[in-house]
């Protein structure tokens, strides 16, 4: 391989922080991110009725894989260095296996508006974790649009609740969630520096196969005593929730900070109130609207502010 000489000018260019039209596309990747995940809480609320928690996970990563991995080879995706291996290890089992397992006991507990406002405490231990691990640093903006999202996602919470949070093992799970959630994000965000979204995902969703294979006696016992509409489920979770949703994710976050991101995804509340009401037909109420526009708020704040920050 010959050696090429680096323009330093070149280089200086490639260190600035992108402009706003450079920025757009991976604002749009956020944004599918943001429905697909939404949608994700209603449909693991409904399959959940008939698919233990574990075999829907093991169900939905295994498409995820197929899907996955079709892509990857038809691309031709680079395999990530060996250095990142262990990285890829912790992210795969934080995220894709025990953040899938952890959600779907907890929907058996609480509702999904319920769920979505408690994993959403996830961002604010991302903005921490990413200012010490990655040092993003704690800007103003930053910190005050978390707050007040996550204020608005509190509100949809009380809002949307049917049963209520009454510090529950489903509360205590979705906590739980939230925090391997936070971890996995700040884990990924250095892998997807050397190697594509799209491969550090079907990577991610193989391991997490291989790790919840235990499952696969109970996925064929509830596949065979559940309806049709559970099983359109999994194939739902594992293509686009899973397979495009992270890989969305993985796109965006490669090109902005994991505060920004982690602030981006108070969206899903508001967006999981809006599916469950079209899908489930649950009216949500004036006052999940109300936290779904301070979510709206939250969400402008920490990515303007931190986009004057990094100028």
Known sequence: M?????????????????TVGAEAPALAAALVTVVLWASAFVAIRDAGTTISPGPLSLGRLLVASVV?????????????????LPRLVLCSLLWFAAYNVILNTAERHVDAGTAAMLVNV??????????????????????????IAFAGAVVIGLATSGRGVDAGWGAVLCLLAAAAYAAAVVVQKPLLER?????????????????????????????????????LWIL???AFPTALGFTTWAYALRRT???????????????????????????PPALALGGGALCLAGVFVARGGVRRARR
Do not use: K, N
Request: net charge neutral; aromatic share 4%.
């Open 68 to 84: 996955l991995g079709v892509l990857v080879v038809v691309r031709g995706e680079a395999l990530p260095p060996r250095a990142d």
């Open 122 to 147: 996830g961002p604010i231990l991302i903005a921490v974790l990413a200012g010490i691990a990655l040092g993003e640093g704690f800007p103003r903006p930053l910190l005050a649009g978390c707050a």
């Open 257 to 283: 900070t994991a505060g920004r991101m982690g602030a981006t995804t108070y969206l899903v509340p508001p967006v999981a109130v809006v599916l469950g009401w079209v899908l489930l037909g649950e009216t």
């Open 195 to 231: 190697t594509s979204g799209l491969q550090i995902t079907f990577l991610a969703c193989a391991i997490a196969s291989v790790a919840c294979l235990p499952f696969a006696p109970d996925l064929v016992h509830d596949a065979r005593a559940a309806g049709t509409g559970p099983l």
């Open 2 to 18: 010959s050696e090429t000489t680096i323009d330093p000018a070149a280089a200086t260019a490639v260190r600035r922080p992108p």
């Open 236 to 238: 739902y979770l594992g």
